[in-house]
């Protein structure tokens, strides 16, 4: 099934015109709800952003078999709207970054956790310890380089079993 064969070599024909599927650096986020239908996912309070990501070549610890996803979030300082804990006074921005192994259960992560983002789920504006408030991640976990599991960074093996459960729970599969 999804192949042919001639007398010289085998074709794939899953894939239009037998071209396998594109890289992940090929792949533009459509914007588009991949959750199964039915499914609802909740408006967060996240203020305006931006996500970007990029591809580097090397490997995270304990992840040493593939590349690394960068992912980079993006918040400029603002005045908080009715969503936010106290609408009309400042907050401040954020820039951020957390990191995914380059394999399939990683790319599968990077399309959740963009569409957590559209969705406004992945940060918050809260007060910090002075009483200002800022933008900090919600309750998505996210991963820094190499602090390791002590500091929340990578090598966790548990992570990505960790954030997809978080995920899952919020409606987004």
Not at 75 to 102: M, T, W
Request: glycine residues 10%; hydrophobic residues 30%.
């Amino acid at each position: 099934m999804g192949s042919s064969q001639s007398k010289d070599k085998m074709h794939c024909t899953r894939y239009l015109n037998g071209k396998g599927p594109p890289a992940l650096t090929e792949i533009q986020s459509n914007g588009t709800n991949n959750n199964k239908k039915g499914t609802l996912i909740m408006q967060g309070n996240q203020p305006e952003g931006q996500m970007t990501w990029t591809l580097e070549r090397r490997s995270l610890p304990g992840h040493s078999d593939c590349d690394t996803i960068q992912i980079a979030f993006h918040f400029e300082a603002g005045i908080q709207s009715d969503r936010h804990p106290h609408p009309g006074h400042r907050y401040k921005g954020l820039d951020s970054v957390a990191y995914l192994p380059n394999n399939n259960t990683g790319v599968k992560i990077l399309r959740l956790l963009e569409v957590a983002f559209q969705h406004k789920m992945m940060f918050a504006v809260v007060a910090d310890g002075r009483g200002e408030y800022c933008v900090t991640p919600a309750d998505i976990p996210l991963k820094p380089m190499d602090r390791g599991p002590e500091s929340l960074g990578y090598p966790d093996p548990n992570y990505l079993k960790t954030v997809t459960k978080v995920l899952k729970q919020k409606g987004i599969k």
